[in-house]
């Protein structure tokens, strides 16, 4: 079946634009998360969805990020006025939760310039 | 606060030769231990998963762990390499306290080289 898809796979923007960031998740997963790999931070987490709610938004570095998730479903990541220390692979993942395995898209790179 | 420490940022192994990658975790309650694998341009991988019961855990493509609670440790093995092996390997865990919110705490990866 469709894994997890994300789109764009690459994106280049000026600094100071928003950016959206879209995944798709396997069809029937509750749980989605969004993570962060760039050089100088590894691989980090952002948020977590439960269905359409982010019952933890920890990881979101600063307010010029946002995610929303609809219809249990797509989730869209937002990040506003963007800057260099942005530039980054975003990895979407998806579990039907209770430790179930995390499937991961294959990112979204992208960009600062 | 959990963390996860993987010595060696590079590993290269000759192919055939037995594979090591060291992750040793810092948690305040033993938690559920995870490696996965990352292909160049590609997602992660789950490689295998520690929950709960037998300590020694098999995982594909040959590669096994062994969870050591006094050593906090959960190194992952492979008895002979193959070029195909390599990739950048991940260790996260994730706190089983947590239930609803599986997030995972990686670390910071080893590249794995296999010579031929």
């Known amino acids: 079946g469709a894994g997890v898809s994300q789109s764009p796979s690459n994106k280049v923007t000026e600094k100071g634009k928003d950016v959206e960031l879209r995944c798709d998740p396997i069809?029937?997963?509750?749980?989605l998360y969004w993570y962060r790999q760039s050089l100088g931070q590894g691989l980090e987490f952002l948020i977590y969805?439960?269905?359409?709610?982010?019952?933890?938004k920890s990881g979101l570095p600063s307010d010029r990020f946002s995610a929303e998730r609809t219809g249990g479903s797509v989730s869209t990541l937002t990040i506003q006025r963007t800057q260099q220390e942005d530039s980054a692979v975003y990895l979407c993942?998806?579990?039907?939760?209770?430790?179930?395995?995390?499937?991961f898209g294959p990112g979204t790179r992208l960009t600062v310039t | 606060a959990q963390s996860v420490t993987q010595l060696g940022s590079h590993v290269s192994v000759s192919e055939g030769a037995l594979v090591l990658l060291r992750c040793n975790y810092s948690?305040?309650?033993?938690?559920?231990l995870f490696w996965y694998v990352q292909y160049p341009n590609q997602g992660l991988q789950l490689l295998l998963k520690?929950?709960?019961?037998?300590?020694l855990v098999k995982g594909i493509n040959g590669f096994e762990a062994e969870f050591k609670k006094s050593e906090t440790s959960f190194h992952l093995t492979k008895p002979s390499a193959h070029m195909s092996d390599a990739a950048e390997y991940f260790c996260?865990?994730?706190?089983?306290?947590?239930?609803?919110?599986?997030?995972?705490?990686f670390g910071t990866g080893t590249r794995l080289t296999i010579i031929p």
């Open positions: 969805f439960q269905g359409n709610s982010a019952p933890d």
């Open positions: 069809s029937g997963h509750t749980a």
């Open positions: 520690y929950t709960t019961g037998a300590t």
């Open positions: 993942a998806s579990s039907l939760g209770g430790f179930d395995e995390q499937y």
């Open positions: 948690s305040s309650v033993p938690p559920y």
């Open positions: 996260a865990v994730s706190d089983i306290s947590n239930f609803g919110n599986e997030k995972l705490t």
